[in-house]
């Protein structure tokens, strides 16, 4: 660990704002994540290693409308500021605050910015991502890496739950490319359950938009929990109102860590609620995790006269129209998104 910089002072305790948990952290404690401990009066937090680092499709974060085709050298952490019983990830996010999750600490590897860039240059990667858990709550070392990812011509991506706060969006402005977020629900008591709540991601949502990153914003469609039509359309709407140029991706739920009593999302509540995006108005809506059962839902066209620009099953892109200049070939209408390297 090393001393972070994303806190205030308060009350001879620290104040962590690295994400929208602002927790008061006590001498000789830890912030709700475990992963932030105040040491004497100084906030340590986690540095110098990875828990896995692997190179995936720009596809599987999900990110439709960033370098399509490319690849990201993705590297995950320990720890999360969420506690959702349906984490996909959860052995990983859950580390010191669930005991079943005790094995992550093995997965530690020690590792130095410029070898994390040197990974993925060799590897043919042109994005890092920081995903697996949640990055925010380990921005100070993220920026350190995506510090010397910048200078090696690589872009930066969060894969994140978006409880963020001001102070982290600002930090990581000038270094971060792209911004996942997960909206879980339109309901503030159901993020309250999670861990969270609805205001800090939706101000997130907008802040990332307005500081110019690109923003794509993903939705588990959980049965029971999120699946209706009334709940589908907040989000829709709600997204609609800030661009409708921001990819929407509802994907399908499949039963994992404490949600195990719940049927798979089927593709016709996929579809269901891929219809009510594009009802609402946004321009480009996505399924996923049902490779190959969603129609048309995993490609893009364009927006303004229909053709197809990108087709994909799963994360394999079978072909790519699109002009370098991010535009349809056949009627010329700007297409949103990050579409060359060095846009
Ligand atoms: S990152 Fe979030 S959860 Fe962790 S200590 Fe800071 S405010 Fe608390």
Redesign the pocket.
Known sequence: MQPGWLFEEADGALR?T??G???L?RPGKR???Q??VNKNGQLQVPWGYVAAANVDPIEKKPFMHFLPGSSALTFGMLGC?FHCDFCQNWVSSQALRDPASESSLRYIQEISPRDLARFAVNSGAQIIASSYNEP??TTEWAIEIFKTAKDNGLKCVYVSNGFATPEALLALQPYLDGYKIDLKTMTDEKYRSLGGNLQVVQDTIQRAHDLGMWVEVVTLVIPDFNDSNEELWDTARYLSTISRDIPWHVTAFYPTYKHLGVDRTSADTIQRAAEIGQEAGLRYVYAGNLPGRVGSLENTYCPHCQTLLIERTGYALKQISITNEGTCPHCGEKIAGVWALHS
């Open positions: 962590c690295a994400c948990q602002r927790c952290i912030g709700i994540c992963m932030r500021n925010l709550i």
